[in-house]
């Protein structure tokens, strides 16, 4: 499976929640995570996506912990069933 198969299927699971997934790109700062997730009642979720069994690189585990370092919550997903955790997570936290 791609990993832009793995993508789009966390963008509609998101989109059916009622929130928005955009393709994050910060010039200057590569190795930031593909999607910020936002959620309805303001939660913010950084998420990385790659092919199964595929790891982030040593600069995007940094990127993820400065933005661990301030409050926001980073996933690495790659598979379908690591979305629908994702999901369910996000529900609890919109309260759906």
Same mark, same amino acid.
Request: net charge positive; with cysteine; hydrophobic share 35%.
């Given at each position: 499976? %791609?990993?832009?198969?793995?993508?789009?299927?966390? #963008? =509609? #699971?998101?989109?059916?929640? *009622? *929130?928005?997934?955009?393709?994050? &790109?910060?010039? $200057?700062?590569?190795? &930031?995570? =593909?999607?910020? &997730?936002?959620?309805? $009642? $303001? %939660?913010? &979720?950084?998420?990385?996506?790659?092919?199964?069994?595929?790891?982030?690189?040593?600069?995007?585990?940094?990127?993820?912990? #400065?933005?661990? =370092?301030?409050?926001?919550s980073t996933w690495v997903i790659d598979n379908k069933e690591n979305v629908d955790v994702f999901? %369910?997570?996000?529900? =609890?936290?919109? *309260?759906?």
């Amino acid at each position: 499976m %791609r990993e832009s198969t793995i993508e789009a299927y966390l #963008r =509609d #699971r998101v989109k059916d929640l *009622g *929130g928005k997934a955009y393709k994050f &790109v910060s010039p $200057g700062n590569d190795g &930031v995570p =593909d999607r910020l &997730v936002c959620l309805p $009642g $303001g %939660r913010v &979720v950084f998420v990385e996506l790659k092919a199964p069994g595929k790891k982030p690189t040593k600069l995007q585990q940094i990127q993820q912990r #400065r933005l661990s =370092d301030l409050g926001f919550s980073t996933w690495v997903i790659d598979n379908k069933e690591n979305v629908d955790v994702f999901i %369910r997570c996000c529900k =609890d936290w919109v *309260g759906k």
